[in-house]
């Protein structure tokens, strides 16, 4: 009898964002963490290093840059564009859930591309403006969730879903 029954498959989850203050709040949703196949992509940075043994086989790095280097941004942000594709196929999420910013942009793209669902959450520290990742991707995103009323005013087809702290 028990071989008749089937092992329940998890949901795969990606959980993405760049290093800092979207890495912080992605990380609150940690709980809810063992209830997924999930992996976890940010940038490396010597900040972060310590997620490997805390998470093992469950992180990737992406190639830290931010677009106050207008010259090497560009081509880190084509890098990273190309290592979101090969992470996207050997994970096959069926759900990305990202805080932002620029590096998760590309993946959520490409989740969308492929059919996974997106699910964004704008970041606490914008209360009265959008930021640029956010825009882009509420237009697409399956769930997009701000973390003040306040925002429901600049997304009106936004859930507001509190703060993640």
């Given at each position: 009898m028990d071989q008749d029954i089937k092992k329940v498959k998890k949901k795969k989850i990606l959980f993405i964002s760049s290093t800092g203050g979207h890495l912080s709040e992605l990380l609150q949703l940690s709980p809810m963490f063992s209830d997924y196949d999930y992996h976890i992509i940010?940038?490396?940075?010597?900040?972060?290093?310590?997620?490997?043994?805390?998470?093992?086989?469950?992180?990737?790095?992406?190639?830290?840059?931010?677009?106050?280097?207008?010259?090497?941004?560009?081509?880190?942000?084509?890098?990273?564009?190309?290592?979101?594709?090969?992470?996207?196929?050997?994970?096959?999420?069926?759900?990305?859930?990202?805080?932002?910013?620029?590096?998760?942009?590309?993946?959520?793209?490409?989740?969308?591309?492929?059919?996974?669902?997106?699910?964004?959450?704008?970041?606490?520290?914008?209360?009265?403006t959008k930021t640029i990742t956010g825009r882009i991707i509420y237009h697409f995103a399956d769930l997009f969730i701000v973390q003040w009323e306040s925002m429901l005013k600049l997304y009106p087809k936004a859930v507001y879903g509190g703060w993640i702290y």
């Open positions: 940010t940038e490396r940075t010597k900040s972060n290093e310590a997620l490997l043994q805390k998470y093992p086989n469950h992180i990737s790095f992406l190639v830290y840059g931010t677009k106050h280097h207008p010259l090497s941004y560009p081509l880190k942000l084509f890098w990273n564009s190309c290592k979101s594709l090969y992470f996207y196929w050997k994970i096959k999420p069926d759900f990305i859930i990202t805080t932002g910013a620029h590096t998760a942009g590309p993946m959520c793209c490409i989740g969308k591309l492929f059919g996974s669902k997106i699910i964004y959450i704008e970041t606490f520290a914008n209360r009265t």
